[in-house]
């Protein structure tokens, strides 16, 4: 006999398997739900350990400036001997990742880390930098200017040199990374009647035209010997390097286009015109403008070794430029390719490593070790006849009205 199914036990049937399928859908999304929940916090937790890692590196860095600081008060004479020889002795030579245990600065030669605590019970928190180096003698001098701003940059090297090496605009000074680099072309002769354009018609994307001021003296000097050159001697000559789609590889600060009205102002600075972040990341080009220029023997140096030098670097039309300064010795010939010489004590180099429980970061920082010993003006005034200057000190309006007794 056949048992028929009712009405009543069909729709149970389907309640049955509803109630099953709800009941599943609820536990995917509460699963899912839930490995979310897990993923956000384990990636917050992950940017935290970052950001804290990069906190200890940052802190090695600091320790690193205060080891740099320290060192060049030894070298004046204004510190303890007694506390100076071992930091003078380990400080330029240890290439370790414990140099400033070593030379003194923190903790014991025998850590191989630093425990980074304000106060007691810190330590739990397993923040630390595992290796810091210090390069007191570095390849290059890399930094930025602002837009009319000069940088006075110490032209010593730790051995003879006759040329550096000028490279101006990175990635980060496009207007926007994904855009190219922007070159109008130079007239072919720029003295003929060429006007420099406004700031406005600048384009974005072009590099800066960069002023490079060479200052320099031998043993002995006066200051007439700055006013021109003796022969094939100088001690003060300044180029304009305009970004051009072609122009020359190399110059001499003997151009100076200021003294021979003939040959013009500017000198065209071959830039990559295909030059973008991804040409960038291909070529491993790091600038797109880059020229050479030879240095004239100082007037009443012996050699060129004998000679104190600085590099005035401006940059007209952008905002932010960023650049890179490489002392070289081209004494091999010109068919040769020039030895690059290290700056001598100008700019350091920090590499610290810094880590928040696994998590590690690690930063390269660069500190001026020169800064503010040559002070140098960024305008000044010229005149054969009598110079007349006012002064006012006030908070009236009224009083800055030209009156009988102005110059």
Do not use: H
């Not at 414990?98 to 880390?113: F, H, M, R, T, W």
């Amino acid at each position: 006999m056949k048992r028929q199914l009712t009405g009543e036990s069909e729709r149970g049937a389907v309640s049955l398997f509803v109630v099953i399928f709800t009941a599943l859908i609820v536990t995917v999304m509460t699963v899912s739900f839930i490995r979310l929940m897990i993923d956000g916090q384990r990636s917050a937790s992950d940017a935290d350990l970052s950001r804290s890692a990069l906190d200890s590196a940052q802190a090695g860095v600091e320790d690193a400036k205060r080891a740099l600081v320290k060192y060049r008060s030894c070298l004046s004479g204004s510190s303890d001997p007694t506390t100076c020889a071992r930091l003078v002795a380990t400080l330029p030579t240890d290439k370790s990742c414990q140099v400033l245990q070593n030379s003194g600065i923190v903790g014991a030669p025998a850590d191989k880390e630093v425990i980074i605590k304000q106060s007691d019970g810190d330590e739990k928190l397993q923040q630390a930098y595992t290796c810091v180096k210090v390069e007191i003698n570095s390849d290059d001098y890399i930094g930025t200017i602002d837009q009319d701003k000069s940088r006075i940059i110490p032209l010593r090297g730790v051995s003879e040199f006759n040329q550096i090496r000028i490279k101006w605009f990175t990635i980060d000074d496009l207007a926007n990374p994904e855009d190219r680099i922007d070159l109008p072309a130079l007239p072919s002769d720029p003295s003929a009647g060429f006007e420099l354009p406004k700031q406005a018609d600048w384009p974005s994307n072009q590099p800066a035209l960069m002023r490079a001021q060479l200052i320099q003296y031998g043993d002995n000097f006066t200051l007439d010997q700055f006013d021109k050159p003796e022969g094939g001697d100088s001690n003060s000559n300044t180029l304009f390097l305009y970004p051009d789609q072609v122009g020359a590889k190399s110059y001499s600060f003997l151009s100076d286009g200021r003294r021979s009205a003939s040959s013009g102002l500017l000198r065209s600075v071959t830039c990559d015109p295909n030059f973008s972040k991804e040409t960038s990341a291909t070529t491993g080009r790091q600038y797109a403008c880059e020229t050479i220029i030879t240095l004239p023997k100082a007037i009443g140096a012996s050699s060129e070794k004998q000679r104190t030098a600085y590099l005035n670097l401006m940059g007209l039309y952008r905002s932010s430029n960023n650049f890179k300064i490489e002392l070289l010795n081209s004494s091999g010939g010109v068919a040769s390719t020039p030895d690059v010489v290290k700056f001598g004590g100008v700019q350091a180099v920090v590499d610290s490593t810094g880590r928040a429980n696994d998590k590690f970061r690690r930063v390269e920082s660069r500190v001026e070790l020169d800064a503010n010993t040559f002070q140098y003006p960024t305008s000044t005034s010229n005149t054969s006849a009598g110079f007349c200057k006012n002064f006012f000190v006030t908070d009236a309006a009224a009083e800055y009205v030209k009156g009988d007794d102005d110059c």
